[in-house]
């Protein structure tokens, strides 16, 4: 599967933004999803996951209660829309997959997720 995410760009502190991801595979809805960065000199972080259904979703406590990950399986795109934005958020955010979907633990870890897309910039002023 091939997967493609827009939407990054420059924003200011404590505003918003909504990424997406798309995806070529027609059996889209049976993998499972998820969003990480990756800042200059990091390592790449895990952000957020999702279920092939939706039902289930998993967040870096950095994140959590700012981000949301959702899907839309008809459309084969994942989005991640992102509010309260701080200028530590700034870095390229990917979006990947796996099939089948990870377990447990493989959900927050790079190694749980078979697909990577390109990467968006989203820089985030103060």
């Known amino acids: 599967v091939q997967l493609q995410a827009s939407g990054g760009g420059l924003v200011q502190a404590g505003g918003s933004l909504s990424l997406s991801c798309a995806a070529s595979a027609r059996t889209f809805g049976s993998y499972g999803t998820g969003w990480f960065r990756q800042a200059p000199g990091k390592e790449r972080e895990f952000l957020a996951g999702?279920?092939?259904?939706?039902?289930?979703?998993y967040y870096a406590d950095s994140v959590k209660g700012r981000f949301t990950i959702s899907r839309d399986n008809a459309e084969n795109t994942v989005y991640l829309q992102m509010n309260s934005l701080r200028p530590e958020d700034t870095a390229i955010y990917f979006c990947?997959?796996?099939?089948?979907?990870?377990?447990?633990?493989?959900?927050?870890?790079?190694?749980?997720?078979?697909?990577w897309g390109q990467g968006t910039q989203v820089t985030v002023s103060s």
């Open positions: 999702i279920s092939w259904t939706g039902g289930r979703t």
């Open positions: 990947a997959a796996a099939t089948p979907v990870p377990y447990d633990s493989g959900w927050y870890r790079e190694s749980g997720y078979d697909y």
